[in-house]
């Protein structure tokens, strides 16, 4: 699959209504069972859940701006072809 392609969904993706609730929802649930956590173990395992859920979304969103970059890239490369002289 193309850059370009891949950048689109993932902008889709992020632009998601119930992704965006997805998050949310599971954002929360981490954070009330980190905060409510009797054992170090417990607290570690609700931030890693915290901490990968903001990693999946940095993910989605460097594969949208690789996406728009290629998109931009082609964009100037077609634009200097066609004015070639």
């Not at 119930?18 to 069972?33: C, D, M, P, S």
């Given at each position: 699959?193309?850059?370009?392609?891949?950048?689109?969904?993932?902008?889709?993706?992020?632009?998601?209504?119930?992704?965006?609730?997805?998050?949310?929802?599971?954002?929360?649930?981490?954070?009330?069972?980190w905060k409510a956590a009797r054992t170090q173990d417990a607290r570690e395992d609700?931030?890693?859940?915290?901490?990968?859920?903001?990693?999946?979304?940095?993910?989605?969103?460097?594969?949208?701006?690789?996406?728009?970059?290629?998109?931009?890239?082609?964009?100037?490369?077609?634009?200097?072809?066609?004015?070639?002289?």
């Amino acid at each position: 699959m193309e850059k370009e392609q891949r950048g689109q969904m993932a902008q889709a993706l992020l632009g998601n209504d119930l992704l965006k609730e997805t998050f949310a929802a599971l954002e929360e649930i981490y954070i009330t069972a980190w905060k409510a956590a009797r054992t170090q173990d417990a607290r570690e395992d609700a931030h890693r859940y915290v901490h990968l859920l903001g990693k999946f979304k940095e993910h989605l969103a460097s594969v949208a701006l690789t996406g728009e970059l290629e998109s931009r890239r082609q964009a100037e490369l077609k634009g200097r072809r066609f004015n070639l002289r």
